[in-house]
């Protein structure tokens, strides 16, 4: 290779408005960001159309073609792989990023750096070669790796022994060493020790193309660093990298690239002479000032909350609805017949305020009850429930058969214990749904049974056929008419919508309930903040980091619903978390608490009930649980003892019945009798650590790595038309110093095998900071400042000293 040859960009941006791209595969990924117009992406049989400000991904060695609309003009942002294989140290990298199906916070933070880079860009007149052109490209490689970036250890399914990616690797490695060589399918399977049969498989489902093909893309790749960065002559180049002839090598690039190699090098040659002199043509030039002019003018760019401050008049509230309290997950029906999850779940409820409690898994043998018996044994069933109406609560039934799972993350679980389908006939359903309804009406009471609820979830490990839909309306149905003949009250409601996963179903699902004539008294969703998706039929689930999840989902799950004519009816999020992993530790620490006074907020009004996913650790608990604390998705760790995302609850149950006002950090209540209550949190964004991470190996000795910042927060609230005179505040403060179990635990230096002394010494001082203070409301208007610190969450309590 020629003395002084270099490295092409590895990042490199480029405006486009050729509204025709014939379809080709290269080694680099790219970003395409429509600025003006309607730009089609086909890769193969997956048609994409981009309207302006979308953004796709398309990820290397992806037949792809363009065509666009007459007005067409879009920003291409070619990465290197080889850039991103070297930083992430694997050669099974995907992107996936596509607005037009998921549009969350991470596409903003996308486009606002695009926009940047683009404004550099013109500012420079097309110059790369600066820290600030740099600096920005690796600041969009940054948002893509946090948000965007799906990995093989994303792939569902997967085992610790599965050797795919060592696989790829080989194969990446052996092709890359040997591409300028006469090598071949065969030699490669002998060094894999693989059939050529089952490598040629291998092939065309992992990287869409025959190993030929992939060998000559990898080949050309090269050939064309050489031709743009070196003088060596075209048949130099053909043998240099592995071509048979020069001949072969003039076909092979004709056809990936339309021209020969010599009339490619011309026109390359000729475009770098003109775009050193004159830029880029003079029209995108026009039109990419006009763009980024009419942006800045529209957009104001937001720094990072410091400081939060709102005025609110007293005199001015509405009732509140604190739908956070409606409902708690307990388990298996089986789980809440021990003594001790019974006794966590009846003093938490008492605390929080909750009402209903759902629980699942009623007709399984544990709990004595024989599908095919000629008479049935509710007497566990009775157990249950008379243990909540004895502590005043409500049974929510979810009468589907969940699977045990004890998850370390979404991909590998410690237990899993399936059910098998529950009914074998519709007859059978009928029969055993008519039982149990007449004993609980008999033994409870019809007025009691009224204020029940029952859900039917859709259960995606038996319903993946193509009348899916259709057995699951067939199913609900059944059960609804059951329980209509004992209780016109009761609220029926079902299906588990998981737009996160599946949004098409969900529309699918909406659109086919819309037209029934038994509609649902409540449609229940599920809410983990994981996304979900299929690239070359390997299905993918990773999580989101988009801060907003759950307002997202919800918005978007209330516009299918009003495009369905549903829009009347109840949404109950009937389970809801950040995680589903049993052994993720930022499960104990105070960001769980800051999160769910956040999110409580966030989406206030957007949904009639959200219930947390899980009460009580002691659901999850196995044989690697020998310590008080292991990353449980529970409200209350194993011993009994609030974990800081408990006292966030406990914390919104103290809110006065009135609401003043709410903020990003903040809620404001008031009793209207001169009494308000404010409840605040300094929730920190999850960083690049944490989702870089596997959620069973968060580290809790280094906690801090795993958040953007730990600032603190100030808030300064100013209550006018108050009565004026001296008032108390009571402050109630979670923070690491005060009401966290796990930073108690670190200092005692993680200790597991703690004596019933140690124990009860935590459980009676793991509780929040109370401190008080006096302040005077002046010219009618009383002013509230606080100051949090990272995660922290507090409860302000007002009251007139009389």
């Keep these: 290779m020629e003395e002084g040859y270099s490295r092409k960009e590895k990042l490199k941006i480029r405006i486009w408005d050729t509204k025709e791209e014939r379809e080709h595969f290269h080694q680099d990924i790219e970003l395409l960001y429509v600025l003006e117009g309607t730009l089609r992406v086909t890769m193969g049989e997956q048609k994409t159309e981009l309207g302006a400000e979308d953004i796709l991904v398309i990820n290397a060695n992806k037949k792809h ?43 903003d933070e996308l486009r606002n750096a695009m926009k940047k880079l683009l404004n550099h860009y013109l500012n420079e007149n097309g110059a790369t070669t600066s820290f600030g052109h740099i600096s920005l490209c690796y600041r969009i490689m940054d948002i893509l790796s946090v948000n965007f970036l799906v990995r093989a250890a994303d792939r569902e399914g997967m085992s610790e022994k599965d050797r795919y990616e060592n696989r790829i690797l080989q194969i990446n490695n052996y092709i890359r060493a040997n591409y300028s060589q006469p090598i071949s399918l065969k030699e490669l399977s002998e060094k894999l020790f693989l059939s050529n049969g089952y490598l040629s498989r291998f092939f065309k489902k992992n990287y869409g193309m025959s190993f030929a093909e992939y060998l000559s893309n990898i080949r050309l790749y090269h050939a064309v660093d050489e031709l743009l960065y070196t003088n060596a002559k075209i048949t130099r180049i053909a043998y240099d990298n592995g071509f048979a002839s020069a001949a072969v090598f003039n076909r092979d690039f004709k056809e990936v690239y339309g021209e020969t ?52 008049s007293v005199r001015e509230s509405e009732e509140l609805t ?10 298996a029906a089986e789980d809440l017949t021990r003594a001790e999850i019974q006794e966590h779940i009846a003093r ?75 009914f074998e006939t519709i007859e059978q ?106 690239i070359d039929s390997e299905r993918y689930s990773k999580r989101s980091a988009d801060p907003s999840y759950l307002l997202h989902s919800l918005q978007l799950i209330r516009r299918l619903m009003n495009e369905s004519g549903l829009e009347k009816i109840k949404l109950y999020v009937t389970e809801w978390n950040l995680t589903i992993s049993d052994r993720n530790f930022i499960n104990d620490t105070c960001f769980k608490g800051a ?175 109370l401190s008080m203070l006096k302040m005077e409301a002046k010219d009618s208007k009383l002013e509230v400042k606080l100051r949090l610190e990272a995660n922290e969450i507090a409860l302000v309590l007002i009251s007139p000293v009389l």
Aim: proline fraction near 2%.
């Design 65 to 107: 073609g363009l065509r666009g609309t007459d007005d067409i003009l879009f920003a291409k942002l070619s990465i290197s792989y080889e850039l991103v294989s070297d930083i992430f140290q694997s050669v099974n990298i995907i992107f996936w990023c596509d607005s037009t199906k998921d549009d969350h916070a991470g596409y």
């Design 595 to 769: 999160y769910i006074v956040k999110n409580a907020i966030e989406s206030y009004g957007m949904a009639d009930t959200l219930g947390y996913f899980l009460c009580d650790d002691q659901v999850s608990e196995y044989s690697d649980t020998n310590a008080p604390l292991r990353g449980g998705t529970g409200l209350i760790a194993r011993d009994g003892i609030l974990k800081p995302a408990g006292f966030a609850y406990t914390f919104l149950n103290q809110l006065y019945p009135y609401l003043i006002g709410r903020g990003e950090h903040y809620i404001l209540t008031t009793d209207c009798r001169l009494s308000y209550a404010i409840l605040c949190h300094n929730q920190k964004e999850l960083s690049y650590s944490y989702y870089f991470t596997k959620e069973d190996e968060i580290e809790k000795e280094h906690l801090w790595k795993y958040f953007n910042d730990l600032d603190n927060l100030d808030l300064s609230l100013t209550l006018s038309d108050t009565l004026g005179g001296m008032y108390q505040a009571r402050v109630y403060r979670v923070n690491k110093s005060s009401g966290s179990l796990l930073d108690m635990w670190e200092d005692l230096d993680y200790e597991k095998d703690l004596s019933r002394e140690t124990t009860r010494y935590l459980s009676r001082t793991c509780e929040p900071k």
């Design 322 to 331: 604190p739908f956070w309290s409606e409902l708690l997950n307990a388990g």
């Design 261 to 312: 190699p010599t009339a490619f090098r011309k026109k390359a040659k000729d475009k770098g002479e003109r775009e050193e002199n004159e830029f880029i043509d003079t029209k995108i030039q026009t039109r990419l000032e006009r763009y980024l002019i009419e942006k800045n003018d529209t957009e104001e760019e937001t720094g990072p909350v410091g400081v939060e401050e709102d005025e609110y």
């Design 429 to 534: 359903s009928d029969r055993l749904m008519d039982a149990m309804f007449h004993h609980l009406v008999r033994r409870y009471g019809r007025s009691e049974f009224d204020s029940w609820r029952l859900e039917f979830w859709y259960d995606e490990r038996y319903l993946s056929s193509g009348t899916a839909i259709r057995d699951y309306f067939e199913g609900f149905e059944h059960m609804y008419r059951a329980a209509r003949r004992y209780s016109q009250k009761i609220e029926i409601g079902g299906y588990g919508i998981r737009v996160g996963y599946d949004r098409d179903l969900a529309s699918d699902f909406f659109t086919e309930w819309g037209k029934r004539a038994i509609k649902p008294d409540f449609l229940s969703a599920y809410n983990y903040s994981y996304t979900r998706g299929e």
């Design 348 to 422: 938490f409820s008492a605390r929080a305020g909750i009402r209903y409690v759902r629980f699942w898994n009623v007709f399984s043998k544990n709990m004595l009850i024989d599908i095919h018996a000629e008479e049935y044994n509710f007497s566990r069933l009775d157990i249950v429930i008379d243990f909540l109406l004895g502590h005043g609560l409500k049974p929510h039934i979810e009468l589907g058969r969940k699977p045990r799972l004890v998850l370390r993350n979404v991909q590998s679980f410690l237990v899993e214990e399936t059910t098998d389908e529950l």
